[in-house]
C-alpha cells in the first residue's frame, strides 16, 4: 500500500494506483492542465472509500510506501486510465494532435464508480 500526502492530509491507497496517479499528475503538470480525479482508499477502519483530487501543475503530492495489514487496493481500469491520460497528455505534448486528456472527459464507467464523477 501507498500513503499519498496532499494538501496537508494524507490517504492510503494500493500501491500501483499511487504509481500512475503521481505519473498522471506529473503529465498534467507539464500540459499546464488539470482533472479531477477519484481513487479507491483505506478507510481507518479498514472499509474501502473513495478520495477525490484535483491534480494539476500546483499539486504537491507524496507517495509513500505503508506496511499495512489490509489487502492491497487494485483498480486495474482506472490504472489503465491513467496510463491512457497520461499517453495523451505526452503526446499532445510533443506536438501530437491527440484530443484533450487535461480534463477527463472520456471516462469509461466500468460500473466500479471511479467514473462517476469524472
Known sequence: MDRIFYAGDSILTGSAIAKA????AGA????????TVEIPTRLDDGEVGRSTFL???ASQLVSDTEPSDSEEIVDAALIEYFHEQ??????RS???RAGPAGVASEPVDDGSGWADEL
Open 21 to 24: 496517479l503521481l505519473e498522471y
Open 55 to 57: 491534480v494539476g501543475p
Open 94 to 96: 510533443a506536438g501530437g
Open 86 to 91: 497520461t499517453r495523451r497528455l505526452e503526446f
Open 28 to 35: 498534467l503538470a507539464k500540459a499546464d492542465t488539470s482533472a
